[in-house]
């Protein structure tokens, strides 16, 4: 009986993984009956004591209250438009 020897495959290069930095270092916030962090993405998350997650109008005001967003929000059809008068 012949033995054989079989051929090793190469071994391959293992590249290490970046960790990854926090966007801002913004800390979380716990309140009394929310809780705001950031995303990876730099958005920022509301979650709420019971575990539902917050959006929209109610969203923004939060941020504003806690003064991680500036209020200075329009939106583009808020604006009162004028109109040039007939000339007769």
């Known amino acids: 009986m012949e033995s054989r020897k079989m051929a090793k495959a190469p071994a391959k290069k293992v590249e290490k993984k970046k960790k990854r930095v926090p966007v801002t270092g913004f ?3 716990k309140f009394q009956d929310h809780t705001i962090t950031q995303k990876r993405s730099g958005r920022f998350q ?3 004591a019971k ?3 917050v959006n ?3 969203k923004t005001s939060l941020l504003v209250a806690a003064k991680v967003l500036k209020g200075s929000f329009k939106k583009a059809g808020t604006e009162a438009t004028t109109e040039a008068p007939a000339a007769n």
């Open 56 to 58: 929209g109008a109610e």
């Open 46 to 48: 509301i979650v709420t």
């Open 27 to 29: 800390a979380p916030m």
């Open 51 to 53: 575990g539902k997650t």
